[in-house]
């Protein structure tokens, strides 16, 4: 499996970015998918989940502002960010086949590569 990020770049607070993750093989639709970020000298935190279901969980930092969606028929997982700010930027890396419950959320074993999104103020 292989897990392709896009989307990212330079933006000024308050704008909008929407990232993208495109899987391939054939397991996609039958696991969650999560996004998370790490920002330079933090660790690595979860961002929002979206199960094969369609369940949503959302960071309380982000929540009202992000939206994470899933288009199984493309093998795809999106993650739209509106009202940017300054903290959000990090690198945001997409993960494939994530298990638990928000607060208890253990990672799948599948990685993107990662795509850095940068907020100026």
């Known amino acids: 499996v292989q897990l392709v990020e896009s989307g990212g770049g330079l933006v000024q607070s308050g704008g909008s970015l929407r990232l993208s993750c495109a899987a391939s093989?054939?397991?996609?639709?039958?696991?969650?998918m999560s996004w998370y970020r790490q920002a330079p000298g933090k660790q690595r935190e979860l961002v929002a989940t979206?199960?094969?279901?369609?369940?949503?969980n959302y960071a309380d930092s982000v929540k009202g502002r992000f939206t994470i969606s899933r288009d199984n028929a493309r093998n795809t997982v999106y993650l739209r960010m509106n009202s940017l700010k300054p903290e959000d930027t990090a690198v945001y890396y997409c993960?494939?086949?994530?298990?638990?419950?928000?607060?208890?959320?253990?990672?799948?074993?599948?990685w993107g590569q990662g795509t850095q999104v940068s907020v100026s103020s």
């Open positions: 093989g054939s397991i996609f639709s039958d696991n969650a």
């Open positions: 979206i199960t094969s279901g369609g369940t949503r």
């Open positions: 993960n494939l086949g994530g298990y638990g419950y928000w607060g208890s959320w253990s990672p799948g074993d599948y």
